[in-house]
């Protein structure tokens, strides 16, 4: 039986490197967005179905993986993808920010997936792979509420690895260095804050976002390290992506690292 991966947030960067991928592996491919017309140059064939899924909202969720499993029998592999970067001073960030930084990185990852355990209880199978970030093990200034999100999704991940076994479902994380998608052209990251102590480090911030998106890895290179981890059948839960600062993270005592840490942000 042909196998099916169900991707979200497949517009655009790594979502769409992957549905594209996975595409020309021979899947079945359920890529999804807030608006299926971004998806249109997703459909490169009968195998593939694009679909209306927005991880805030639970009714565009539930119809999506109804309509995936009418059109493919069944769903093999989830690719939580879907995500949004809200980066500044916490204390100028707004509740309504808050949320949406919460809502699309963490409880939309959370809804899409407890949606589709039913399904891969059921089966006996099915892999989850979370899309977390270098930023889930390591953490930037300014970026308190997305290392936050990401990482929520890595102890999120390592714990419902062990739920989930003696069902014969794996649970993978993927852990991106910076990657050039439109990722960073879309973030949340205001030009003022209208607190002069943060006027330094944010100037500091916007330079290096726009060094970061200039310098990035191709989202391909990340595709290609979903695809690994989906057919991958070991109980690996980690796969970082283009981010070798994570190695050194491992090695370095919490002082040495730190240090580090401070003498790149001055």
Do not use: C
């Not at 999100?149 to 794996?170: D, M, N």
């Not at 109980?235 to 070798?244: G, H, I, K």
């Not at 491992?250 to 840490?261: G, H, N, S």
């Amino acid at each position: 039986m042909t196998k099916t991966v169900f991707i979200t947030g497949a517009s655009s960067g790594i979502g769409k490197a992957t549905a594209q991928l996975f595409a020309a592996k021979g899947w079945n491919v359920a890529a999804t967005a807030r608006s299926p017309e971004s998806l249109q140059d997703l459909k490169l064939s009968d195998r593939v179905v694009l679909l209306q899924l927005d991880v805030t909202d639970s009714v565009t969720i539930d119809k999506a993986i109804s309509q995936a499993l009418r059109q493919f029998g069944n769903i093999d592999v989830l690719v939580n993808n879907a995500g949004y970067g809200l980066l500044g001073p916490f204390e100028f960030s707004t509740p309504s920010q808050i949320q949406r930084q919460f809502d699309t990185n963490l409880f939309g990852l959370f809804e899409v997936t407890r949606s589709l355990l039913p399904h891969f209880r059921q089966q006996h199978s099915g892999t989850i792979i979370n899309l977390s970030s270098m930023g889930g093990q390591l953490s930037f200034p300014l970026g308190s509420l997305y290392h936050a999100t990401k990482w929520a999704i890595e102890g999120f991940s390592e714990s419902l690895q062990y739920e989930l076994e003696p069902f014969g479902i794996r649970v993978k994380v993927i852990q991106p260095g910076s990657i050039r998608t439109g990722f960073y052209d879309r973030l949340d990251l205001p030009t003022e804050t209208g607190i002069k102590e943060y006027d330094y480090a944010m100037k500091r911030l916007m330079q290096q976002a726009i060094s970061a998106s200039k310098n990035a890895t191709l989202p391909n290179a990340v595709a290609k390290v979903i695809y690994r981890a989906a057919i991958d059948n070991s109980q690996r839960l980690r796969y970082p992506a283009s981010a070798p600062i994570l190695a050194i993270r491992k090695v370095l005592p919490d002082r040495l690292f730190f240090a580090m840490m401070r003498q790149i942000s001055r």
